[in-house]
Antibody
Framework: QVQLQESGPGLVKPSETLSLTCTVS????????WNWIRQPPGKGLEWIGY???????NYNPSLKSRVTISVDMSKNQFSLTLTSVTAADTAVYYC??????????WGPGTLVTVSS | QTVVTQEPSLTVSPGGTVTLTCASS?????????PNWFQQKPGQAPRALIY???SKHSWTPARFSGSLLGGKAALTLSGVQPEDEAEYYC?????????FGGGTKLTVL
């Protein structure tokens, strides 16, 4: 059974950088799309981007200038970096595995609050 | 940027049938948009139900089905159960990226 777990600081100051890691248990990180999605409190889901096979990335155009997704295959982890955060970036952040055009497995999510 | 539109809310009686739809601002939704559907209950992560228009995951209850209907992606629940009350999101694949719909709040009453 594939399990994903997000981790990282729950509080980030405005203008600083948000960094999160998703640890994948069971199975290789190869040959899947690894996605980040977020959900502001009380609002809908927003796709942030994905990484595929440690090199290929694709980002939401509205976030592209501030987002980087990377992978560490030796640790079975992939990461999200979001720069210059504001209160609008406060959200629950989810990681998800995608295979055959299906976003099948999701982590439980982690709340990140942007506040001074 | 592409906007994906869902009904904000729907109400269905237990045992009834309801269809949720998912439209794209760019035109008709086709199988090439690989529609996905997710169920989310309060305080929980989304759970995948349908991918590639109509394919079910191993855990998807049989009463959930996906299709294309009148230029939109559709999720039909047949024989609705009280536990189906939740928010439902669709996801479309657009030009290599992915776009979520705004969600449909389904009430079972």
């Amino acid at each position: 059974q594939v399990q994903l777990q997000e981790s990282g600081p729950g509080l980030v100051k405005p203008s600083e950088t948000l960094s999160l890691t998703c640890t994948v248990s069971s199975g290789s990180i190869n040959n899947y799309y690894w996605n980040w999605i977020r959900q502001p409190p009380g609002k809908g889901l927003e796709w942030i981007g994905y990484i595929y096979n440690s090199g290929s990335t694709n980002y939401n155009p509205s976030l592209k200038s501030r987002v980087t997704i990377s992978v560490d295959m030796s640790k079975n982890q992939f990461s999200l970096t979001l720069t210059s955060v504001t209160a609008a970036d406060t959200a629950v952040y989810y990681c998800a595995r995608e295979r055959s055009a299906g976003m099948e497995y999701w982590g439980p999510g982690t709340l990140v609050t942007v506040s001074s | 940027q592409t906007v994906v539109t869902q009904e904000p809310s729907l109400t269905v009686s237990p045992g009834g049938t309801v269809t949720l739809t998912c439209a794209s601002s760019t035109g008709a939704v086709t199988s090439g948009y690989y529609p996905n559907w997710f169920q989310q209950k309060p305080g929980q992560a989304p759970r995948a139900l349908i991918y590639s228009t109509s394919s079910k995951h191993s855990w998807t209850p049989a009463r959930f089905s996906g299709s294309l209907l009148g230029g939109k992606a559709a999720l039909t629940l047949s024989g609705v159960q009280p536990e189906d009350e939740a928010e439902y999101y669709c996801l479309l694949y657009h030009g290599g990226g992915r776009v979520f719909g705004g969600g449909t709040k389904l009430t079972v009453l």
